[in-house]
């Protein structure tokens, strides 16, 4: 073993200490570096998750406008459909009146309740009634009629098909707010 002067000890502790120091310092800077580069990422991840609620709260407020528009228009276009629902016995009668008084002389008579029948359905038709168009010979749609009875088709081209309209269908807007009643062939 060699021995050491004391001046070459001190020296040795002083290089030693200096050298802790140093790896000490640096350690530390290892682990404050560390501990920004954590802080960092976890800011980051927190920036990145409040980003992704508000974009999924922006889409829900858009979608919730877009619902409660729709829901608004759909509101004005079916708003009298009470109203025209309710009406819809006096359009079958002004039609029962009109069959009945074709049939007599009266020309006169015919014209005038013509004339009232064509305000009435004119002013509906403005409000958005349209009535459902079915003949005879059509083929039945079950969303679209609504079968009263079924009887032995006259022709054999009527099967499955209308053989008379009972009562006229009508829609407000793209709603249909009574079915034509029909009779279909078997």
Same mark, same amino acid.
């Given at each position: ?6 001046? *070459? =000890?001190?020296? &040795?502790?002083?290089? $030693?200490? !200096? @050298?802790?120091? $140093?790896?000490?310092?640096?350690? @530390?800077?290892?682990? =404050? ?5 954590? !802080?960092? *990422?976890?800011?980051? @991840?927190?920036? $990145? ?68 029948? &064509? ?22 749609? $079950? ?44």
């Amino acid at each position: 073993m060699k021995f050491m002067s004391k001046k *070459e =000890e001190e020296i &040795n502790k002083e290089f $030693a200490a !200096e @050298e802790n120091t $140093a790896v000490e310092q640096e350690v @530390e800077q290892t682990t =404050e570096a560390v501990e920004e580069i954590s !802080e960092e *990422e976890k800011l980051r @991840e927190e920036l $990145a998750s409040e980003k992704d609620k508000f974009l999924r709260l922006f889409a829900e407020f858009e979608n919730y406008k877009r619902r409660t528009s729709k829901e608004r228009v759909e509101l004005f276009k079916t708003a009298g459909q009470d109203i025209m629902v309710s009406m819809l016995p006096v359009l079958d009668d002004f039609d029962r009146a009109l069959n009945e008084i074709s049939k007599t002389e009266d020309k006169e008579l015919l014209k005038g309740v013509e004339l009232i029948s &064509n305000k009435l359905r004119n002013t509906l038709n403005a409000k958005g009634l349209e009535q459902v168009e079915t003949k005879t010979g059509d083929v039945f749609n $079950a969303d679209l009629h609504e079968a009263i009875t079924q009887i032995p088709a006259p022709t054999d081209d009527l099967k499955g098909k209308l053989v008379d309209v009972i009562e006229k269908g009508y829609k407000l807007g793209d709603k249909v707010i009574r079915h034509p009643k029909v009779i279909v062939g078997q």
